[in-house]
């Protein structure tokens, strides 16, 4: 019986696990049969010796994690003590199997390196080199403590919250998916995913999403080779889970599930067994619930003694999953073999401790967003062409709408690029809401092209498991205002992947969302939403804002190249308003319409200059545009010459043609169809502030609110009055 554990500081915990470890083991080495062969435990199973070592080496780098910090050296001190069991799930899988894993997989991790051909002590490296922020470091090159490497197929995951659960789906639907298109795919024809998360987390809205898309899609007959393992220890930082709770949260229509106990090595290991060869076979999700413990707290501030009391901790000693394996390997040398590791451990980390790490703030950003023109898009076959448009090519089809043009640009692209798939809610048989996405089902199958469940953080997640497993995808997001339901897809998951994978893995992604204001007569907020303050907030994310017809298609393919070769993150923001509008200045002027280019692309953020005039120019985007040309147009009919900059890209910014703008008249208005709070305005003021630019300049936006219905929209959405006063006051001086 083990006594109990006394009320310890943080500083103190790790060294009492790691002693009461020592003892344990020592005490079984005593109980266990001789064996002839005195090096070692020669009569142990190799494959459970082989977990052993995995799990002694997560719990020990845990342990020397605190001494470090203690010490004053290291970074990261949220460890796996406790869930060492996911070792067995390693096992049970191949090297090859894409894995987006939990914060305390350490011994998943471990065990994986050797399955691959590597020793422990690459394995202790690899994780030593992450908590030292080393350059380094092959999971992120010093920029977090993240389990990952493409050589082991573990793609690092920063999430904490489930957030990387979407993607996992994405992944799973990827593998089935690319063999239906005829694509290559970074994983073998028969891979499972496997996806590892924490028992708080299986209350996140993400994470019931993500069950829910797996659910869905194998209701759909859709192959689905998942394998979703929920580290249940309990707690959720301070807060228990309450007791069965997970048990009814995990099971969900559509997916099997399992459960076993960590502490019980045979039927964990007999578990892990059997649920991947079943994800396997069946090529369906599967759920495997694994009760662990937790120990050292959350992280290495923590002091469980302060919520928990000792008879709980002492219940938790008692179901240690490394003890209970050496157990239940009943050989002796195993205590020697567990000191050896503590001794490599720590002589890794005396050598790893002045490790490079990054120095300069150019060295940390250098992954975030490679920006050499990508190649252009692959030139289609004359007869191919006219098989995916059939009687009419769009060039020949003279000026056409903004959506027109964006419809044609896609079949382009997906006749160029058979690799690529366009998805959302009701974008495939329907055509999307505006008929952007009009034939495209019918041109390139359901396999390409075809209908989500209405759930964007999913709709997401699917593009971020497709792109990062060798697709192309293209989703939609059916109005901007449904983004915000899921933008941390995109903040935390689709845009950071290159950051904190240091260019390792990326997700090519090209969002497609119908935006802003201006529909007149229809909506209210929910369908005119010009809030992209939270797009221009994500470090390397691409924000396309095509106006003009025929800016639309080049702009797409710039995406598309920068997706395609660089794994470029990209939002292609259209107008809503601006999709079927004809007319510019007066009605049947066609001022609205432009020709279709199948060839053209231009530099991610080149802006476009209306005009030459001398007295004013005008900085704008979007809708803008069209308010602002009819504007110049007033003016100049009164002798007052005015150019229009059309930003188009609102990430990047164009700094530099802003600067050149104002300073050739002496007077630049911005006008900006976002609030007046956390607009683009804003950042174009400032970038000419910055820049130096001291001359007359002045801006105007719409009012801080969210759109009302119909006509008392007028009210507080930026209107042509108010860009010709402004122009006005500012040509007065």
Known sequence: MIGAVSSSTAASQHDDLDRHARERLAKLDAEALPVVD??????????????????????????????????GHGYYTIGSAGHESNAFVAAALRPTDPALLHYRSGAFFLARTMQAGGSLDDGLRAILLGMFASTADAASGGR?????????????????????????????????????????????????????FGDASINHSTAVGALNAAGYAAAQGLPLPLLFVCEDNGLGISVAS???????????????????????????????????????????????????????????????????????????????????????????????????????????????????TLRTAEEVVAPLAPRDRPAPQPRVPAPARAAAFGDRLPEHAGPMTLAQNINAALVDAMAARPEMLVFGEDIARKGGVYGVTRGLSQRFGPARVFDTLLDEQSILGFGLGLGVSGMLPVPEIQYLAYLHNAEDQLRGEAASLRFF??????????????????????????????????????????????????????????????AAGQGQVSVYLEPIALYHERDLHEPNDRGWLGAYSPDDDLPIGAPRLHGDGSDLAIVTFGNGLRMSLRVAHRLAARGIGVQVLDLRWLAPLPRNEIRMAAERTGRVLVVDETRHSGGVGEAVLAMLVEAGYRDRMARVASRDSFVPLGAAANLVLLGEYEIEAAARELLSG
């Open 501 to 562: 994978s240091n260019g390792a893995f990326t997700n090519p992604l090209v969002v497609r969302i119908a935006g802003l204001a201006y529909q007149k007569g229809f909506g209210g907020h929910f369908h005119n939403d010009n809030g992209v303050a939270v797009l221009r907030d994500i470090p390397g994310l691409v924000v396309a804002v095509p106006s003009r017809p025929e800016d639309a298609g080049p702009m797409l393919r710039s995406c598309l190249a920068a």
């Open 242 to 356: 309450p007791h069965g709770w997970v048990a009814v949260a995990a099971q969900r229509p559509g997916i099997r599930y399992f459960y076993a106990d960590g502490a019980d090595p045979d039927a964990a290991h007999a578990a892990a067994e059997e649920v991947a060869a079943l994800a396997r076979r069946i090529r369906k999700p599967v759920l495997l619930h694994l009760r662990t413990v937790r120990f050292l707290g959350h992280a290495g501030s923590d002091v469980e003694s302060a919520y928990r009391g000792p008879g709980e901790l002492t219940a938790d000693r008692e179901r240690d999953p490394l003890l209970a394996l050496a157990a239940r390997l009943a050989v002796p040398g195993l205590a020697r073999r567990y000191a050896d590791i503590g001794k490599r451990v720590e002589s890794m980390a005396a050598e790893l401790a002045g490790t490079p």
């Open 38 to 71: 005195s090096d070692g435990p020669s009569t142990a199973d190799p494959s459970l010796l082989a977990q052993f070592d995995a799990m002694a080496g997560s719990r020990l780098i845990d342990v020397h994690a605190r001494r470090m910090r203690d010490r």
């Open 144 to 196: 977090h403590k993240v389990f990952g490497d493409a050589s082991l197929a573990v793609i690092p995951q920063t999430s904490t919250i489930a957030s990387h659960l979407p993607r996992a789906v994405g992944v799973a639907l990827a593998i089935g998916r690319a063999k239906r298109i005829g694509v290559a795919s970074r994983w073998p024809a028969d891979a499972v995913t496997v996806c590892s």
